[in-house]
């Protein structure tokens, strides 16, 4: 088994997007991410050799020591032993659609939302369907949804579904919470799915001034009941996510209420990021974080443990906790 530099994404990964196929879906690091694989896709039958085989391309450099610049400073990257003997997919990102029931300030289709809630997406069935009749999936990966709300997606349930009852293991779901969705609740039940749910806020008022739509007590009633699905605690099933947006919800009083609600609702983990533009930002312009925000983050991760909450840090967190050793 060779050493050298990769990740999981590169040996065994894709990103289903709007209009192509990339390797992963990260791209809040230094070298930004978005290395495609297919162009101009929109759902067609593609051959899984082929796309294994461009796949190859990127295996092949990391090999010679060659980092593509796309992923520069990415947490994924470990060098060790990478089992590249054989050719499979066990990490699926599906990101394809731009449909959402909320209207988050920070979200990228925010600037035009009208046009992105009516672009075109594709239906991935009949590749995934393709992928397994082949037997080029092997569990032990992730599948995760993203979009674009995944609920609202049509063949959501029936994705989802179809990946349960063909082994997949662990599969995660970025949703708004605004729509109940019965398949996320039986994953959660047989324990092969976990929920992420967009809070970004601790108040009511907060949480309409975010996400621009009035579902507070909806989005908490659904959290409630996925957590109620739950009866494995080893496993974190069930969270309520926080995107910090400096100025805007980055009190100790928002945090803390927020935080209140999960326990209130007998959620067990929660997740913390940073927006991403923001940290983008700071970057460009060579800055460090300031200290509010600094101050902020190990707030969060001291009252976490005193709730006994489990805190998983995503993406620009993470950043900044590994940065000022924070964790």
């Not at 089992?83 to 659609?97: A, G, L, T």
């Not at 109620?228 to 009083?253: G, M, S, W």
């Not at 460009?284 to 991760?301: G, Q, R, T």
């Amino acid at each position: 088994m060779q050493e050298y530099t990769s990740c999981h994404w590169l040996q065994h990964g894709l990103s289903f997007e709007n209009d192509h196929i990339e390797m992963c879906c990260l791209c809040c690091h230094e070298g930004g991410g978005r290395l495609n694989i297919i162009d101009n896709y929109n759902g067609k039958k593609v051959s899984w050799n082929d796309i294994l085989d461009k796949k190859q391309k990127f295996i092949q450099e990391n090999k010679n020591n060659i980092i593509d610049k796309r992923c520069e400073g990415c947490f994924n990257l470990v060098y060790r032993g990478w089992d590249d003997n054989e050719k499979y997919i066990n990490y699926i990102h599906f990101n394809h659609w731009t449909h959402c029931n909320s209207d988050c300030i920070y979200c990228y289709t925010s600037w035009d939302k009208q046009n992105y809630q009516k672009r075109p997406h594709y239906s991935v069935m009949p590749m995934i369907k393709d992928l397994f009749k082949q037997k080029l999936f092997r569990p032990g990966g992730e599948i995760t949804f993203a979009g674009g709300e995944p609920t609202i997606l049509k063949e959501f349930d029936e994705l989802v579904n179809f990946l349960i009852k063909h082994g997949a293991d662990r599969i995660t779901v970025h949703s708004s919470g605004i729509k109940f969705s019965k398949a996320i609740e039986k994953g959660i039940k047989e324990k092969v799915l976990h929920v992420c749910l967009s809070a970004d806020s601790g108040s009511r008022e907060m949480y309409q001034r975010v996400k621009r739509v009035d579902k507070f007590d909806k989005f908490w009633e659904n959290a409630r009941k996925y957590a109620k699905a739950q009866t494995d605690y080893t496993k974190a099933l069930v969270e309520t996510k926080f995107i910090l947006i400096p100025e805007i919800n980055t009190t100790k009083e928002e945090i803390d209420k927020w935080l209140n609600l999960n326990v209130e609702n007998g959620i067990k983990s929660v997740v913390i990021d940073i927006e991403n533009d923001y940290c983008k930002d700071l970057r460009a312009k060579n800055l460090e974080k300031p200290k509010y925000l600094v101050e902020l983050c190990e707030y969060i991760i001291n009252r976490a443990k005193q709730l006994d909450l489990q805190l998983i840090d995503y993406n620009n967190f993470r950043y900044l906790t590994e940065e000022y050793q924070l964790i």
